[in-house]
Structure formats: C-alpha cells, structure tokens
C-alpha cells in the first residue's frame, strides 16, 4: 500500500469492515472472516466493498453458515437442515436470513447474529437457536 | 375454610381450562416439532403464528407471552397452568399425561 493504511472492504451483512489482503483486486471473491459471507469486491467512490454472492438464495445461507463454522472451529447437529429451512422461511417472508427462532428483524439478527458473532456459542456452548455448537474437546 | 378439592371438582377445572395453547414462530423448527407432537397425540389445541399476525395482534400476543414467561422465546405451550417455554417432549407428555 502506498500511504500505508490498511485498506478495508465493507461486508453488507455484519455491517463491519474487514482487512483487504495484498493480491485482492475487483472482482475477487473473498469470505468475509466475521460472518462467513462470500463476498466480490467492488471498488466504489466509498471505498471497497463486499457484494454478496447468491444474494437470498439457499445456497447463500447454507455456505456463509459453513464457513462461519469453519473459521470459528463451531459444528452443527441434527437440527442443521430444519434451521436452515427456518432461515429460507426468514428470507421469504421478512427479506433476510434473520434467526428462526427470533421475532427481531433487524441487521443485527442475520444469521450468524450479532451475539453470536461476539462469542455467544464460546460461553454458552451453543447460539441462540442452537445452530452452531461449540465443539467438544 | 375449605378441605381438599374433590376429583370432580380437579375434573371440572381441567376441562373448563380449555385446550391447549400454542404460542409459535412459523420458521422455527422446535415450534414445528412441539406442533407435530401434539398432531401426533391427537391433541386438539390452539396455535398462533406471531411473526404472521398484524402489527396490532402481535404486540398482544408478545405482551402475553412476556406476561406468562418473562421472555420471548419460542414455543410457548399453555396447558391448564403449566407453562412449558421450548420444546420438551418430557414436559408435555407429563402436562398432557400421555
């Protein structure tokens, strides 16, 4: 970088800013570290930002709570198909993958949700509906 | 002062108590197991849908369910006094003494 800031690009879903690593150009598709959204990034007059790839589609959901797991080292259980149907339902009636288990239908419910995001399942051993699940050592 | 209450009268409060409510959300997937449990007993009950209601009818049935539970959480099963808040298989087989 040649003013030596860190660029950051802009992840529509938790709404935070994540580092841009050396070699990411436009175009790109990237998985956004917080939430497990895969992202194309897009330069705009504000800086770089995510778009969400398969926006609303099941395959979107299914692949940010993947690799939202993978990057935290959570696992799922049996429930997994049922949650996943119950964000699917979300999306159709509310206009996002909010929890199925939540009447709150804000930016901070998406799944994975801000709780959740903030270290939920660590202490708890689990998220709020039961989706992602600590890992038994 | 009054002895203890007759079976008749244990009966005729359990039946004037009415059929079991279901509070649910129709994306959650322990409110559709509670429901297909009581499908599957043949229950007949009452359920509500709150994120399906209008504005107005759901701001009740939350302030219900804030009432009885001091939450919202999802389901909520209502059956005579006892207030079962999730699904629990053990809990409603005892409520429903199946």
Known sequence: MSDGKQERIYCPVCLARFKKE????EGAVVICPICGQKL????????WQGERVDR?????????????????????????EELIEGLVGKHRLFGEFYCP??????????????PT???DVERKGRCYCGFFWKKQV | ?????????????????GKPKVYALSTCPYCKRTKRFLDEHK?????TDVDLLDDAKQDEALEEIEKLTGRRSFPVVIIDDEIIVGYDEQRLRKALRL
């Open chain 1, 22 to 25: 050396e070699g990411w150009s």
């Open chain 2, 1 to 17: 002062m009054t002895g203890p209450k007759s079976p008749e009268h244990t009966r005729t409060v359990r039946v004037m108590a």
């Open chain 1, 40 to 47: 194309r990034l897009v330069w705009s007059p504000e800086g």
């Open chain 1, 56 to 80: 609303g589609t099941e395959k979107e959901i299914r692949e940010r709570a993947e690799s939202f797991a993978r990057l935290r080292g959570y696992s799922f259980n049996e429930m997994k």
């Open chain 1, 101 to 114: 288990c939540r009447m709150e239908h804000t930016p901070e419910y998406q799944c994975p949700c801000k």
């Open chain 2, 43 to 47: 229950i007949d009950y009452d359920c």
């Open chain 1, 117 to 119: 995001r903030g270290g």
